[in-house]
């Protein structure tokens, strides 16, 4: 006998489980048994399979599918503190690599936790109901296609320098405002984002002398600004010159605030900052088609490019 079913507000986090309680809320007269019966259920799990769209082969993409955005709903994959976000989606067609496509409507923003660790090309796939999953470095079913590939890896960033100050026996302090967008340069750049760096290194500049710090500072989480002050040398040692194999990532310059404090420093004085990413966070997000990821479109292009497969079709 079927007696229901739910539907989760949102998929499952990467290796989660849920537990089901169940209730019995029905008499005995309404399922005709005998008294003192011992009832069993049995749980089964599916996943909705969106609308299928007659004639959809004209929507097929090399690629899997497509997703339609507006100015709101952009279906784009940013970093979140913990993990990612998915962010709302206009629509989209989803058929993989089966025959049939799928069209699904409206859906809410999405967040992925359980990154693997210090890991390239981690799959994001959306299915043909509009539900993004991670898929770690495991098969794309062939329901869904690839909306992003995410990586951990472990390294910093190149680094950022802040303005000049004239010490004489001083400290310098430096009040660090974090980026709150996507690097302007990166496919999903501009979009809002939390700053997920937990660690930053400072660098000192004091006149053709280079000095790095050892130990990387800690980040207070979810803050917007925080001050940090260098009254010596003390943490720090000298290094040749600037590193040069360092990770893009994800987030443009921090605004600086410089200023002077208690110390014993002297000289010119410039101070710069890397963000390390230690292999817990996201260092890269790709969606790029190359990548094989599916395209993202306004309603005039997802038009145009129909228009001009009707026109082929139709000679």
Known sequence: MWLG???????????????????????????????????????????????????????????GGFV????????????????????????????????????????????????????PN????????????FRGLGEIQSSESLLALVSTETGESKIYWGSEINLS????????????????????????????????????SIGSTLY?????STVITGSNSQSFSFPSLTGFGSILSEPLDFISG???????????SSGSLSGIVKIGVSYVYNGSIVSSISQKLLDGCIPILDFESMTENLAKKWAIILG
């Not at 400290?171 to 937990?198: C, Q, R, W």
């Open 212 to 216: 790095r710090q050892t130990n990387p």
């Open 250 to 260: 994800l987030y443009d310059t921090p605004l600086f605030g410089i200023s002077a």
């Open 68 to 119: 339609y955005k507006d100015n709101e709903f952009t279906g784009r994959v940013v970093p979140v503190i913990g993990g990612l976000k998915v962010e709302k989606m206009v629509g989209g067609m989803i058929h993989g690599t089966q025959k049939r496509v799928y069209e699904f409507l409206g859906t809410p923003d999405q967040y992925i936790s359980g990154l693997l660790t210090d890991t």
């Open 122 to 133: 981690q799959k994001i796939t959306l299915s043909r109901d509009g539900v993004a999953t």
């Open 5 to 63: 079913f739910f539907i989760l507000q949102r998929p499952l986090p990467y290796g989660w489980a849920v537990a089901v309680e169940i209730a019995v809320g029905f008499k005995a007269s309404e399922l005709q048994i005998a008294p003192g019966s011992v009832l069993s259920f049995t749980l089964s799990c599916g996943v909705q399979s969106g609308v299928l769209v007659e004639g959809g082969n004209i929507y097929r993409q090399p690629q």
């Open 169 to 204: 026996s001083q400290g310098i302090t430096a009040m660090i405002t974090y980026p709150n967008a996507v690097i302007s340069s990166h496919e999903n750049g501009g979009k809002e984002a939390d700053f997920n760096i937990l660690l930053l290194r400072f660098y000192l």
